[in-house]
């Protein structure tokens, strides 16, 4: 059985509830059986907007959800550095876990920005 697996990628600068509730609103409507958020090395919708060191960042969404089994953190833009785009951290993870079922959940930042992420034709809708 192949697992449904959900991104929602994002700065995190700070994090905060509504990060959390678009998860949670994810998680459910799609029947995910895990869902990681992905904090962004560098956004690229936001160049010069993250004021945070990575090392706050990854703490402050890490406190953000540990009560919260449901999320999981993938610090693979992280690591990874530069520019982040979650299809990435989509398509590294998918290579990785060729037995799960890879479901990316983009979320933007606004609807005016959407068209300046990645495109990918390996997401539905994408």
């Known amino acids: 059985m192949r697992m449904k697996i959900g ?15 678009a998860a949670q609103d994810v998680y459910e409507q799609f029947k995910f059986d895990r869902m990681f958020l992905v904090p962004a090395a ?11 060191s990575v090392e706050d960042r990854l703490a402050m969404l890490q406190a953000a959800c540990e009560w919260d089994r449901r999320f999981e953190i993938a610090d693979y833009e992280l690591r990874k550095g530069g520019v982040s785009y979650t299809i990435d951290s989509v398509r590294n993870s998918a290579r990785s876990f060729p037995m799960m079922n890879f479901t990316g959940s983009l979320v933007a930042t606004s609807c005016r920005s959407c068209t300046a992420g990645r495109k990918s034709t390996s997401c539905p809708g994408w």
């Open 42 to 52: 560098q956004a690229p919708l936001k160049p010069n907007d993250v004021q945070s």
């Open 7 to 21: 991104f929602l990628g994002g700065s995190f600068d700070p994090v905060h509830f509504g990060h959390l509730i």
